[in-house]
Nanobody
Framework: QVQLVESGGGLVQAGGSLRLSCAASVRTFSSYAMAWFRQAPGKERESVAAISWTGANTYYADAVKGRFTISRDNAKNTVYLLMNNLKPDDTAVYYC?????????????????WGQGTQVTVSS
């Protein structure tokens, strides 16, 4: 069973940047579609970005298009989320998630593997 461990969260001022990382403990990482989700207090969990097995295809939620970039390094079993021009509305717990063999990247999608989450707080 794949284990996903996120890192890189923290407190940042509005307009700043953070890069989240997610390390996967599975030999077949290159066959997993990966995604980042987030959940803010009192709100439903939402898909933020997703990336295909090879990295050739990506999906972004409208709220983050042009500011966030998802990428992956299959040699390191790691997926990243670079977040630029952060806004207070981006404050949430960010979760890394994945599913082996998944082709469709856009919602609705509930992956079958999840990390524990990392807190991102953007101050105004």
């Amino acid at each position: 069973q794949v284990q996903l461990v996120e890192s890189g969260g923290g407190l940042v001022q509005a307009g700043g940047s953070l890069r989240l990382s997610c390390a996967a403990s599975v030999r077949t990482f290159s066959s997993y579609a990966m995604a980042w989700f987030r959940q803010a207090p009192g709100k439903e969990r939402e898909s933020v970005a997703a990336i295909s097995w090879t990295g050739a295809n990506t999906y972004y939620a409208d709220a983050v298009k042009g500011r966030f970039t998802i990428s992956r390094d299959n040699a390191k079993n790691t997926v990243y989320l670079l977040m630029n021009n952060l806004k207070p509305d981006d404050t949430a717990v960010y979760y890394c998630a994945g599913e082996r063999g998944r082709e469709r990247l856009f919602p609705p999608w509930t992956p079958n593997a999840w990390g524990q989450g990392t807190q991102v707080t953007v101050s105004s």
